[in-house]
């Protein structure tokens, strides 16, 4: 069976949790547990959790006395910047020696990686896809999950259906149903005020879009 070849094929890679899984993984005693970032060492603000956190309600932006009634097993840590750029830096540069030297890093956590000239030599989307995010966990021992698709935005939203620690591949041909209704400021770029423009145009999901193209 021929394998397809995409013109062009993007991944959305996305690190899992980046901040609490890199406490977990430097701290084993708390592996599995229910675990917190606070920006600063006084901090009162959670700027990421694990998922095991989330799932007693904690979030992003929580006070963190709130989290703790919430979940009073909740583990904090304090934010160690350096740390996570140290690890950053590090998946980057391996991605750019290993997969491919066409990387734009989207965050600290975030990279677009252009593996089109990959299929060549590495194989199938899917093969290139499941390589990359073995790779990771086996050299770095942090979950990352890919969005792939031939454009940065349908990959970009398509990562958030992959979470936690999955791999969503939309061909490029069924990246306009995939968006059809999904609502404009879910979109990555789209701004509130953005999106209040667009609905005075009656445009409220991606395919509204195309409405307008057609009038």
Not at 16 to 30: G, M, R, T, Y
Not at 45 to 61: D, L, M, N, P, W
Not at 71 to 91: E, G, M, T, V, W
Not at 95 to 100: A, D, F, G
Request: aromatic share 8%; glycine share 6%; with cysteine.
């Amino acid at each position: 069976m021929r394998t397809e070849h995409w013109e062009r094929a993007i991944i959305l890679l996305d690190m899992d949790s980046f901040f609490a899984s890199v406490e977990e993984l430097d701290n084993p005693n708390v592996s599995g547990g229910a675990i917190s970032v606070t920006n600063g060492l006084h901090g009162n603000t959670i700027i990421t959790c694990s998922y095991k956190a989330r799932q007693y309600g904690v979030h992003t932006g929580m006070p963190l006395y709130k989290a703790r009634i919430l979940c009073p097993d909740l583990i904090n840590f304090p934010a160690r910047h350096k740390r996570y750029s140290l690890l950053s830096n590090k998946i980057m540069q391996y991605i750019r020696e290993n997969v491919s030297p066409d990387i734009e890093e989207f965050s600290i956590d975030e990279a677009f990686i252009d593996v089109t000239k990959c299929q060549a030599h590495i194989g199938s989307i899917k093969q290139i896809a499941n390589k990359l995010q073995r790779k990771i966990y086996e050299k770095f021992g942090l979950k990352a999950s890919l969005g792939i698709s031939g454009d940065k935005t349908t990959a970009k939203h398509a990562v958030k259906l992959a979470k936690p620690f999955g791999i969503k591949i939309v061909r490029p041909a069924d990246s306009g149903q995939f968006l059809a209704n999904v609502p404009v400021v879910d979109i990555c770029g789209i701004s509130i005020k953005i999106s209040d423009f667009l609905a005075k145009h009656n445009v409220y999901k991606c395919s509204d879009m195309s409405k307008i193209q057609q009038e």
